[in-house]
C-alpha cells in the first residue's frame, strides 16, 4: 500500500508510438525531445502554438508529465498534456508557464488513450530537451532521516588560486549539478516483483524524473541518472526490501 509522496517518472509513451511535430526545424528534430539527452533540443520551424502529437497502436494510460531543459521561462511560453477522449483533446491539467528551467513533474488523474498531445505555446522559437510522461511509479514508503534532499546536494568543484605564500588570490567554482541518493525502505515483496525491476533495467541506460515530495513540495523534482553500478536491493524485514542508489543530476 503506497502511503508516500515520493514518485518516480520513467515511462515515456513518447518512446512507444509515432510521434510528430506540427512544426519542426529538421536540424532539432522532435524525436530529439524524447531521447532522454540534454545535449539535443527540438525545435519549431516558427513561433506560436506548437503541438507534438503521439499516437499508439493500443491504448495506454498516463498519470504524470514532466519535461526539463527549455527556455520557455524566457519567453513567456506555456506547456501541457491532452488526451484524446474519443471527440475531442481534454486538458491533463491547466497549461504551465515554467519561471526558471528547473524540472517539472506534474501530478494529475490517470488517463487513457491511444492519443495523447503536448500544446507548447510560444511568442519566439524555443528549444527543449526532455519531455516524458506515463504512468509514475509511486514508492510505498518516502524519504527519511540521513537523506539529503536534491536541492541541497550541491554538487560543485571548487579550484583556489594561491600565491606562492599561500595567499588566496581567487576561486573558480564549476558547477557539476546535485549529488543525492534515491533511498527504498519497507518496501513489500509484491511491490518489489511488480515494480523494481522494470524501473532498474531502465535506469541502467537513461535518466528519470524523481521528485521526493510531490504532494507539499511539487516544485522540488530533479532530472536524475544513477552516478555508477546500481546496489542490488537487500532484504531488510521479514517480507519488506531497501535499497539506497546514489544519483547525480539538475535541479535548475
Wanted: with cysteine; charged share 15%.
Amino acid at each position: 500500500m503506497v502511503t508516500s509522496n515520493a514518485r518516480i517518472g520513467y515511462e515515456n509513451l513518447l518512446e512507444n508510438g509515432t510521434v510528430t511535430a506540427s512544426s519542426e526545424n529538421v536540424a532539432y528534430p522532435v524525436k530529439n525531445a524524447y531521447d532522454w539527452l540534454t545535449s539535443d533540443f527540438f525545435k519549431p520551424a516558427a513561433s506560436g502554438t506548437i503541438n507534438i502529437d503521439l499516437t499508439l497502436s493500443v491504448s495506454d494510460g498516463a498519470d504524470y508529465f514532466a519535461f526539463y531543459g527549455h527556455d520557455l521561462y524566457s519567453h513567456g511560453g506555456t506547456i501541457k498534456l491532452q488526451y484524446w477522449n474519443g471527440s475531442a483533446y481534454v486538458d491533463c491539467f491547466a497549461a504551465i508557464t515554467p519561471t526558471d528551467n528547473s524540472p517539472r513533474f506534474v501530478n494529475f488523474t490517470s488517463q487513457a488513450s491511444t492519443k495523447w498531445r503536448v500544446v507548447i505555446t510560444c511568442t519566439s522559437v524555443f528549444s527543449i530537451a526532455v519531455i516524458s510522461f506515463g504512468a509514475q511509479l509511486a514508492l510505498e514508503y518516502g524519504m527519511y532521516l540521513n537523506w539529503t534532499p536534491p536541492k541541497f546536494g550541491r554538487n560543485t568543484k571548487l579550484i583556489n588560486s594561491q600565491s606562492d605564500g599561500g595567499a588566496f588570490l581567487g576561486r573558480s567554482v564549476v558547477s557539476l549539478g546535485v549529488r543525492s541518493s534515491l533511498i527504498l525502505q519497507y518496501a513489500s515483496d509484491t511491490w518489489m516483483r511488480s515494480n523494481w525491476l522494470a524501473f532498474i533495467t531502465h535506469a541502467e541506460k537513461k535518466p528519470f524524473f524523481f521528485i521526493p515530495n510531490v504532494g507539499t513540495l511539487p516544485l522540488e523534482a530533479v532530472f536524475a541518472y544513477t552516478e555508477d553500478s546500481i546496489p542490488a536491493p537487500l532484504h531488510t524485514h521479514y517480507g519488506h526490501m531497501g535499497a539506497t542508489i546514489p544519483i547525480l543530476g539538475m535541479v535548475e
